[in-house]
Nanobody
Framework: QVQFVESGGGLVQFGGSLRLSCAAS????????WSWWRQAPGKQRELVATIATGFTTSYPPSVRGRFTISRNNAENTVYLQMNSLKPEDTATYYC?????????????WGQGTQVTVSS
């Protein structure tokens, strides 16, 4: 059974930091690329970080230099360190494989973790 459990979100002030975690099960973790996405109310889900099986990372310009994705294959966990947070980073954050995992033909998503940045 596939399960991705995101945690670590919360309320933080402008310029603050948070570290998100995603514990994965039901997939062969080490053989997958992993990504973090975020979705703000009324907006489409946005890719914010990817880490490949070989530990290569990539980020969109909006978070590059502020966010760092990492993975621990021994613990089946992927992390997102977020520094210099801005109000526009406010969203629900999700992890997933990349390409995204499907169960019964539909994309699987965990419950996400809410990040709120106050100005």
């Amino acid at each position: 059974q596939v399960q991705f459990v995101e945690s670590g979100g919360g309320l933080v002030q402008f310029g603050g930091s948070l570290r998100l975690s995603c514990a994965a099960s039901g997939v062969i973790f080490s053989q997958k690329n992993w990504s973090w996405w975020r979705q703000a109310p009324g907006k489409q889900r946005e890719l914010v970080a990817t880490i490949a099986t070989g530990f290569t990372t990539s980020y969109p310009p909006s978070v590059r230099g502020r966010f760092t994705i990492s993975r621990n294959n021994a613990e089946n966990t992927v992390y997102l360190q977020m520094n210099s947070l801005k109000p526009e980073d406010t969203a629900t954050y999700y992890c997933n494989t990349n390409p995204r995992t499907k169960t019964s033909g539909d994309e699987y998503w965990g419950q996400g973790t809410q990040v709120t940045v106050s100005s």
